[in-house]
Each structure stands twice: as C-alpha cells, then as structure tokens.
C-alpha cells in the first residue's frame, strides 16, 4: 500500500488544482462532456427512467441489508457449480490469495478486464512482485499501464489522455517504425498486441458488475468485448469483486441493465453483457498446436475463483452515512454530472482509487478518512448529482458527512484567535479556518451591515485583504460582498406598508442572509411583485437557514440554525402562512438537509410551504392573479434600468435540481420576455467554494464555461439573470454587464 | 399500423452499424453467402434442415484458423426488440471464440425469438440458467472503444455484425 501523504498545505492545492486544470483539464472536459449529455438526452427519452431507479435502489438496499445472507449464499452456489469462494479481509488478504492461486497454477502470465477493486487492492504490484506478466486489457487501463498513470475516472479511467498524447505515448513506448496516429490505427495495434498475451495466458482476472447470488452467476458489462476475451481463453478465471456486487436473483438485474449504459454515457445498452456462471461449459481454446482443432470440443476444464473483498465494506454497512455508498454501481454519472469535475478530472477530485463524487464514500470507507480529505472540499453540494445517479445516492450528504467527521478529527490544539471571535459555532477549535470564516457567514454579515461602509472599505484595503488571505484562504481576486447599512428587514418594517385590497394569499418572505445584508434590493423587488400579486407579505426575524455551516461540514452548526429557523417559522406556517424563499440553496435545505437535521418529523411543515419566490409567483399567476401586474418590456421606457426584452438566464444548481428551472422561464416568458438559459451544471462559485484561493483557478474554469454561453452572438446583448446570490457574485466577475435576479426585472417598482 | 417485432428490433439497430437481413429459410444460402468474408468458421446452428457444413464454413477449426478467420457465424436468440440487442449462448461448443475472434460476427436468429423487453430476454436466461447454461452474452452492435480518443468499432471484438432474421422460424 502507498503511504499516506501528509495533507496538502493551501499553497500546495493551489498549485496542484492549477497544474491539472492546465495539464489534463482540457482533455478530460472534452471527454467528460459528451457522456453528460448523453446522459440527459437518453434519460430524458427513457419513459420507465424513474421506476427503473426506484427498483434499482430498492434491490440494492435489499442486498445491502441481507448482505452476510447472501455471502454465506453465494459461497454454497458458486462451491455447488465447481468453483471456489475467498472472502478477504482487507486489501492484502486478497493479494495474497490471488498471488496464491497463481502461484499454485504454475502460472506465468495474466491477462485482466477492467476492475477498480483490484487497483484498490493494487493486485497488479502483487502479481508483478511475484514475477508473473500482467496485462490488462480494457483499452483505457492498457494505455495507463503503459503510461504508468493512474485512473482518473471510476468507468473510464483515461479520460484525461487525448489520441495525440496515446499516438505518442505508443510510439515511444513500443518502439514503432510506421507511427500510429488513428483511433482506428491505435486500437487495432492495442487488439493485435494483446490478443497474442490473451493467447498465451494462464489466467483471466476480471471483475464483476454484479454476482447474483442464487445461482453464483457473475454480470461483467464492457462495450470492447475484451471481458469475455479474457476469460473464456485461459482455462482459469479469478474475479474479484467488492461485496457489495452480490444481489439476490438473476431477475434483479434488468434494471441495473437498463440504467448502467444511459447513466455512464447515454448509451441505451452497452454493447456487451456478459452472464457467466463459472466454471463455464465453453472448452478452453488451444493455440499451442496451431494445426491441431482449437477446441476439445465438450471437454472444459476449467477451474473458478471467487475472490470477495470486504476491505472496509462491512464497516461501511454499519456507518449510517456511509452504507449508502455500498448500493453505488460505479458509472461514473456523479463525475460527468459534476462541473468541478468536468474541469479537473479525478486526479484532483479523487483519492488513492476512486475520483468524483461518491469517491468521498468509498476513499472514506476502503483506504481512510485522510484519503477522502484530499479532494472532499471539490464537491460543492451543488446537488447536481443526486439527479443524475441511477441509485438515488445522496452524494453530497455522504460528503457533507465526511467533511463533518474530517472537521472534528482535525488538530484541536491549533489556537484560532482571529477567527475565533467572528465564529461563534458549535464547531471543534481545530478545524480549518476558512471552513470556520465561510461557515459563520451570517455573523460576519451582521457585523458589515452594522459597520458600513466602513465593513466594505476594509474590504478594499490590500493589506487586509492578503491577511484575509494568509489566514483564512480568502482569494484576493474576488470581489467581497457589499454589506448594506440599512438591511432588508429594516427597509420593510419602516416603509409604509400599503395593505394589498384583496389578499389572495398571505406569506413570508424569507429574509435570507445574503437578501437581509447584501442584495437588498432582490428583496425590495419581492416584496412588491408580491403586494402587486395580492400577497399580504410579512419579513420576520428569522435565523439563517444553515446553508453555510452545512456546505463546510458543520452538521452541529446547521442543525442548531434549522431548529432556529423551525421554531421562528413553525407559528406562522400554523396560521396557514406560506414561506417563499429567494436564495435557492435555502429552499433546498428546507426541502433536502433538514429532513436529516431536525427530529422526527419536525421538517416537514417547512418542507410542504415553502416555495421558490418564482415558482410562488407562477403559482399566482396559474390561480388567476394578472401578469399585468409585472413589469413586462413595453413598459422598460418608464422603468429605470437598462433591462432589455431579450434574457440570458442561468438558473441555480439546487433549483435545478428541485425541478424549478420551468418556472422562472415561464414567468419571464408570460410577463413577454424572450428567454434563453445557459446548460452548465454550476457557474463555479458554489456558495464559498469560489472564494477560496485554492479553488479560485477552478472556480474560474468552470465559469468560463457559462461565460462563453452568455457572451456568443446569439446571446452577448441579453440581460442576464440569475437566481442564485453566488452565481450572481460569479457573473460579476465573468462579464462586464451586470446581472440581477429575475425578479428585480419583474419588479413594478423599478 | 402495427410494428412488429422485427420491425421494432430492426428499427432499435438504426444508429448501429449492423447489417440487418431478413430471408426465409429457403433462401438462406444466398443471404448468408453474402455475408461471409472468407476465410469463415462457424459453430452448428440449432435449426432443422440448417447446416453450416453446406457452406464454405469451417466448423471445427484449428488455433490457425480461428485465428486467420475474418467471419464467424453463430445462432442468436432471444433477441431483444427495445434495444435491437441479441442473446448468444455459449455451451460446449465455442460460440464465444467464434463470435469475438473474427472482424465480423454473422447471428442468425429466428424471427419468433424476438421478445419485447430485456426484462423478458432475461427471465429466459434465469431459465436456462438454471437448467445448466454457463455462459452467455447480451450483444448490441459491434465492439466497441472511445479510449483512444473517438469512438471506434472492432476494439477486441467484431467490427462488423450481421444478422440474419429467419422469417418463418
Ligand atoms: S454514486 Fe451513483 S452516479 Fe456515482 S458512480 Fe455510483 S451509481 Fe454512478
């Protein structure tokens, strides 16, 4: 096993992240992309998609839960068909059996299909060790054994090798007189070289996608064929397979079948699935005596090993937080799906084995929570994932929870003096003090509404500002927020109110933090598209949602503000008020995490009443109320504002993720604006995650993405909105216009 | 009007290169003998009064000629008209070899084994597997790789598949 590497300092990150993003960045966007759309273009057709997820979910929380079960179950099927069973214990325990069996075959060479639980197990060091040749021969794997690299995607591991770097890599490697330059002419040499190793191995390694347990049957899934090559060639297969691959029947696999191709890259079906219940009938070709029939025909002697490995799993089946990682069929989606990852690949979002974002779970649960601390601070919790994973894993709780546990176990003899007093949490001293500093943002942003403009002249001063830097990672390039003197609740409670004629609703508008100190003026804008919709709107005092503790994994923290924000609300929500949120992240905390911070039952009055401020407005507009009432283009002569008929609009990943992308366009839509919105999965800011200096460069990678959406022909002269309060910080620093939130365009007042 | 199933099989195929062949068994010999690229190899077929050994097929061949052949032809089925994929089983006979040594796999399969869903394909195979199949594979379309930077055809298997599609069996 490799060591653990020490941490990496703030300055080493940076570095890092920057060397990928320049290296492999553009390779692995140009692969990544493709198998993200495919995947929404195939969901989006597939009819039976959610049915197909819910039952994939429900068998693979079934085996989990029967696990020992079927072990002992498996073992008496695949013992009863000829073959054997091993159960190993951890990474070595299953080298060392491996190397075993190889070892009593006699054996010299080894061809292998793709596996990633042997590179967690690191077998092809053991074999190699032991003086065998191994070869594997998934075409992505057999480029990064050449290369001596390792994966950087859990079900393509080369993502970030482009044909001129593999033409390259083989020409130099093997030496050839005619270069290869092709796809087509790498990969009939790659087939030609290894068919002559498949010929002449004694044994096939493979993995397994699934084992059903009733019959010991393995499900191996590849689109090459070379699964099958492998291990129907030698007369001996050792498939090594996580636990977790076991499910009960054969009849449980249709629908893994008809999500693993669409999920990884929008495939229907890949091209080969492979059943084999080994040892299998097929007789072992012989090519020894080329002139004598390759086949002894009726006569197969073939030996099978089953090697399960547990290596941490069974620990995982008892970690709350974890246990769902195990249900993870490894497409590959929640990398594809995820703009950070777009950009880097997983050589930065990845441990020792596993990249993306369920990488968090397995990194945590198989080699260790220093792996999984590496890269856990890449995913952003912009949810963009849970839509996409065709197990319904709630990969960002999984990480939200890990970066929790990284927090507590961090040096608690680190003394923070300076950001102590600005962080009154619930957080051990320890933890980092950037995570501390983003996540008591709303104390932070009491105190720069209460000294501005001063807050914001501090903001500017350079000294500070490389201070700031120093000691809590916040990157110099980015723009502070604006605290305003007079915060939104303030404004409401001392304008005067005119009392709507004919209510048809009564509401809360829920002054969140960023509305309450920053963006006042989205939340003046509500309030009177809400009054001028018949709303009786009331702004109380009400804590902020916890959005920011939670995003740093500060579980404690945002629990104590979701008691705060149920006790403050629950009176209302009583009266039969309802809760309309701006900010989207917010509403996904009510709608999401607070199912998981609050006891019992307690989230869901919130959860039932609380809506997007768009979405509400939609609602009133469906219930009769007039789109007169908005600000619409022909009325922009007599509005203030540089507000044209034509929008650019990037939606928020959370409230894509919620499903109320739709609404906002048709409000605009009807109100008589011609919309077109952006197809990125985040803009890159991610609540604090863009702030930080490590992540800046990445920050604005990922926003170059939407930048060049928003500044083509076709949309370089629309207005630009936006929902959420950091996308808006981000289109700040992406493009010279200004953005806004919608509803400041729909606002009567402007 | 009425899709059949072969017609929703065929239809499936269309984004894959597979050529699709429809022909009663009287007419076998003339569609399958365009099929082949010679030399050719082939395990026997499951159909009365079908047999490969009337063609130029090698049907037991030595490590050389499976090695050499640039066609295998095997049967199929069940076949699976949502996905346009087909099942080959493999017994004691070296279908897998033949099917995936060659550049071209020729699947000759009966239209009546064409069944909607792989759902349904699957609880066949749960069948045979529990009556003794040890091996078996779900195709659709040729091998196939984008690790080499672009999609290519014939990664460790067939570049190109043909199918033939009895009408009247
Ligand atoms: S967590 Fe879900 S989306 Fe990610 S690899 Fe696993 S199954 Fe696929």
Redesign the interface.
């Known amino acids: 096993m490799t060591d653990q590497p020490n941490q990496l300092t703030r300055r080493e990150k940076t570095a890092k992240i920057r060397h990928l993003l320049e290296t492999e960045g553009e390779t692995v966007h140009e692969?990544v992309t493709p198998f993200n759309e495919g995947r929404y273009r195939r969901y989006a057709e597939m009819d039976d998609l959610e049915e197909y997820r819910a039952e994939a979910r429900r068998i693979q929380k079934d085996a989990i839960d029967r696990l020992p079960e079927l072990i002992e179950q498996v073992r008496d099927t695949v013992t009863e068909?000829g073959g054997s069973v091993y159960l190993a214990e951890d990474a070595a325990d299953a080298r060392r059996h491996v190397t075993e069996i190889a070892e009593s075959k006699g054996a010299e060479r080894v061809v292998k299909a793709k596996s990633m639980t042997t590179e967690e197990i690191e077998l092809n060091d053991a074999l190699e060790a032991a003086d065998l040749d191994v070869w594997e021969?998934?075409?992505?794997e057999f480029?990064l054994q050449i290369a001596e690299e390792e994966p950087s995607h859990i079900a393509?591991p080369?993502i970030h090798?482009?044909?001129?770097e593999?033409a390259a890599l083989f020409n130099a490697h093997f030496d050839l007189d005619e270069p290869l330059q092709t796809?087509?002419e790498?990969?009939?040499f790659?087939?030609e070289y290894?068919?002559d190793r498949i010929?002449t191995a004694d044994i096939g390694v493979s993995g397994a996608n699934f084992i059903a347990a009733d019959?010991g049957?393995l499900a191996l899934i590849t689109?090459?064929?070379?699964a099958?090559?492998c291990l129907?060639?030698p007369d001996t297969h050792v498939a090594v397979a996580g636990v977790e691959k076991l499910i009960p029947?054969?009849?449980d696999?249709?629908p893994f079948?008809?999500l693993i191709g669409p999920a990884g890259?929008g495939q229907?079906?890949?091209?080969?699935?492979?059943?084999?219940?080994?040892?299998?009938?097929?007789?072992v070709?012989?090519?020894?005596?080329?002139?004598?029939?390759?086949?002894d025909?009726?006569?197969?002697d073939r030996s099978f090993h089953l090697v399960l490995v547990d290596n941490g799993r069974m620990a995982m089946r008892e970690d709350e937080a974890l246990r769902e990682t195990l249900y993870c069929i490894r497409c590959g989606a929640c990398a594809n799906s995820c703009a950070n990852f777009q950009q880097v690949g997983g050589h930065a979002f990845g441990g020792e084995t596993y990249s993306g974002g369920i990488a968090t779970g397995w990194e945590a649960g198989v080699h260790g929570e220093e792996s999984a601390a590496e890269f856990n601070d890449l995913c952003t919790g912009c949810s963009r994932c849970v839509d996409a994973c065709p197990v319904n894993i709630d990969i960002p709780w999984i990480n939200t929870v890990v970066r929790d546990r990284i927090n507590h176990g961090a040096d608690t003899s680190a003394f923070d003096h300076l950001v102590d007093g600005l962080t009154p949490d619930d957080e051990p001293t320890g933890i980092d003090r950037s995570k501390r500093l983003f996540g008591n943002f709303e104390t932070l942003a009491k105190w720069g509404s209460r000294t501005a403009p001063l807050s914001n002249t501090i903001a500017d001063v350079s000294v500070l500002r490389s201070a700031l830097d120093r000691v809590a990672g916040v990157e110099r390039e980015r723009e502070l927020p604006r605290f305003q003197r007079e915060t939104f609740r303030a404004w409401f409670e001392a304008r005067d109110a005119v009392e709507p004629s004919d209510t048809v609703r009564e509401a809360v508008l829920y002054p969140d933090v960023y509305t309450n100190h920053v963006q006042v003026d989205r939340g003046k804008a509500a309030v009177r598209v809400l009054e001028a919709l018949d709303v009786d709107v009331t702004v109380p005092d009400v804590p902020s949602s916890g959005r920011a503790p939670l995003s740093q994994g500060m579980i404690d923290t945002a629990s104590s503000h979701a008691r705060g924000v149920h006790a403050a609300l629950a009176p209302d929500i009583g009266d039969g008020r309802d809760v309309v949120v701006i900010e989207p992240s917010d509403l996904a905390m009510f709608q999401g995490e607070y199912e998981r911070l609050l006891p019992g039952d307690a989230h869901e009055p919130l959860a039932e009443n609380s809506y997007e401020l768009l979405e509400y407005v939609f609602g009133l507009l469906e219930n009769g109320a007039e789109t007169s009432a908005l600000c619409g283009p022909d009325d922009r002569i007599a509005a203030r504002g540089d507000i044209g008929t034509e929008i650019a609009y990037h939606s928020h990943c959370q409230q894509r993720t919620l499903g109320l992308e739709g609404h906002t366009v048709a409000v605009l839509e009807r109100a008589g604006y011609d919309v077109v919105t952006s197809d990125v999965e985040c803009c890159g800011m991610a609540g604090s995650f863009g702030y930080k200096s490590e992540y800046y460069d990445l920050s604005m990678a990922v926003g170059d993405v939407l930048r060049e959406q928003f500044t083509e022909p076709e949309t370089e002269d629309r207005t630009v909105v936006a929902s959420g309060t950091s996308c808006l910080d981000q289109l700040d620093s992406l493009l010279e216009r200004p953005s806004r939130h919608p509803i400041q365009v729909l606002d009567p007042g402007r | 009007m009425t899709t059949t199933p072969v017609d929703a099989f065929e239809q499936s195929l269309a984004d894959l290169p597979v050529r699709i062949r429809r022909t009663a068994t009287d007419d076998l010999d003339e569609t399958l003998e365009a099929c082949l690229d010679p030399p050719t190899i082939g395990v026997a077929l499951p159909f009365d009064d079908i047999s490969l050994a009337d063609y130029p097929i090698t049907l037991n061949p030595t490590g050389e000629e499976l090695l050499a052949a640039s066609t295998g032809v095997t049967a199929g089925g069940p076949a699976i008209a949502e996905y346009g994929s087909i099942v080959v089983t493999s017994r004691f006979d070296g279908t897998e070899h033949t099917s995936l040594y060659p550049d071209k796999h020729v699947i000759v399969l009966a239209a009546s084994d064409i069944v909607p869903t792989l759902a349904n394909a699957i609880s066949e195979l749960e069948e045979a597997i529990d009556d003794g199949l040890t091996s078996a594979v779900i195709t659709t379309g040729p091998s196939a790789t984008a690790d080499m930077g672009a999609p290519v055809y014939g990664a460790h298997g067939p570049e190109e598949v043909d199918v033939i599609i009895l009408t009247d069996r």
């Open positions: 692969t068909n021969t998934d075409l992505a480029v393509s080369a090798k482009s044909r001129e593999i796809p087509e790498l990969t009939s790659a087939r290894l068919l010929t019959t049957t689109n090459e064929g070379n099958r090559k129907v060639t029947t054969i009849a696999l249709p079948l008809n890259a229907d079906i890949t091209a080969y699935v492979s059943l084999f219940r080994p040892p299998v009938d097929s007789p070709a012989d090519f020894s005596e080329p002139n004598e029939p390759a086949f025909v009726g006569n197969s």
